[in-house]
């Protein structure tokens, strides 16, 4: 690989967006070369990654050629474009004097049915969640750098890598190591990559990431719409047991908060109607809608039988939002504390703060 690299490097400052002889050379490296050297070694990228299914891609632009080409490491599951997701790349900088290895992130996420931009903000968050787990993992090598220079100019694809890399092994053009000495680099990096999608599975909050039970509620849709292969891998992020002690402590929360307001009569109806808690204080009825998560809460799941409930009862309904709350996954079973209520009664729904993740749709057959 060190001469492919090294002759990659050298076409860089000819770079047209023409597809030059230098371009198509360069781009015959990048999608074919490269990438097949890279392919062959995916038996030992897969086990210091602990995964089966790492795949190897090139590109140097749809179209017009692209000032900063890559190849990239990742699993299609997790990040099925490099728009998305967590994976290794290497990098070659526009001035060709340098190329990374670079553990780095798409910049758009998932979210209410649709792909948005991460702003920068967003990037650097994730990137400081990625570095505090990998610093304990004991990370430390003089040639690391965390932060790249690909060297672009006002190239926006080259701010977005430059803001989305967490580590990177730096090499200089005139000091490229040789294949063995490369191999064992992207090894190693291939071992954060594997830790990166562990820890993006099993924790519930991530910067830039929907709340879990959003998340979860979208993939069980897609599920059941028969889109589930469109999901970008991991699964549930809660299983029952953890969504039943979230919900359950959330009506404890809420049915509190209604007996210090003085309701006397407070029945959990969660199971029978489409709302949670029925309280009562003399001629006074109150339908309440009960919403229990780990995130801060600025995003819950409603039904359409819900939404019909409160629609129909307002003024006489409420909405108890428990946000923040903290889940013990280490207890058997799972427990759920704190949290923070936010309490709206009446409750009117604005039909303007919702956004659809389904729809049923009449065929006519």
């Known amino acids: 690989m060190h001469s492919e690299f090294d002759e990659v490097l050298s076409l860089q400052?000819?770079?047209?967006?023409?597809?030059?002889p230098e371009m198509r050379r360069r781009g015959q490296l990048v999608r074919s070369t490269v990438a097949a050297h890279l392919r062959a070694e995916l038996p030992r990228l897969n086990e210091s990654a602990g995964r089966d299914d790492l795949a190897i891609e090139g590109r140097d632009g749809t179209g017009l050629k692209s000032v900063i080409p890559w190849v990239r490491v990742y699993s299609p599951t997790r990040s099925?474009?490099?728009t998305r997701g967590?994976?290794?790349?290497?990098?070659?900088?526009?001035?060709?004097?340098?190329?990374?290895?670079?553990?780095?992130?798409?910049?758009?996420?998932?979210?209410?049915?649709?792909?948005?931009?991460?702003?920068?903000?967003?990037?650097?968050?994730?990137?400081t969640w990625a570095r505090s787990f990998l610093d304990d993992l004991a990370v430390h090598d003089d040639r690391l750098v965390r932060d790249i220079?690909?060297?672009?100019?006002?190239?926006?694809?080259?701010?977005?890598?430059?803001?989305?890399?967490?580590?990177?092994?730096?090499y200089r053009r005139d000091r490229l190591p040789d294949d063995q000495a490369l191999l064992t680099d992207l090894r190693t990096a291939a071992h954060w990559l594997g830790e990166t999608y562990r820890r993006e599975t099993v924790e519930l909050e991530m910067p830039g990431e929907p709340p879990p039970d959003i998340v979860d509620a979208d993939l069980a849709t897609r599920q059941i719409a028969g889109r589930a292969r469109?999901?970008?891998?991991?699964?549930?992020?809660?299983?029952?047991?953890?969504?039943?002690a979230i919900e359950q402590h959330a009506v404890r929360v809420v049915t509190e908060h209604l007996n210090r307001l003085g309701f006397d009569y407070v029945r959990d109806v969660g199971a029978i109607d489409s709302y949670d808690l029925y309280a009562r204080n003399g001629p006074n009825q109150l339908r309440v809608e009960v919403k229990g998560t780990t995130s801060a809460g600025s995003e819950i799941i409603l039904t359409r039988a819900?939404?019909?409930?409160?629609r129909e009862e307002y003024p006489r309904n409420a909405l108890g939002i428990v946000h923040s709350i903290d889940l013990c996954?280490?207890?058997?079973p799972p427990t759920a504390s704190g949290g923070i209520l936010v309490w709206r009664c009446p409750w009117l729904v604005d039909d303007r703060a919702l956004r659809p993740i389904a729809y049923k749709y009449t065929t006519g057959l």
Request: proline fraction near 4%.
């Open 149 to 170: 220079d690909l060297g672009a100019g006002n190239s926006e694809l080259a701010r977005g890598y430059q803001l989305g890399n967490v580590l990177a092994f730096e």
């Open 329 to 332: 996954r280490e207890t058997d």
């Open 13 to 20: 400052p000819r770079w047209s967006s023409r597809n030059t």
């Open 86 to 127: 967590w994976y290794l790349v290497y990098l070659f900088s526009g001035d060709g004097e340098r190329m990374y290895l670079s553990l780095n992130q798409g910049t758009t996420v998932w979210g209410n049915g649709e792909f948005r931009q991460r702003p920068p903000q967003e990037l650097i968050d994730r990137v």
């Open 230 to 244: 469109t999901a970008v891998g991991q699964g549930f992020k809660l299983d029952v047991r953890e969504r039943v």
């Open 80 to 82: 099925p474009k490099a």
């Open 306 to 310: 819900e939404l019909e409930v409160h």
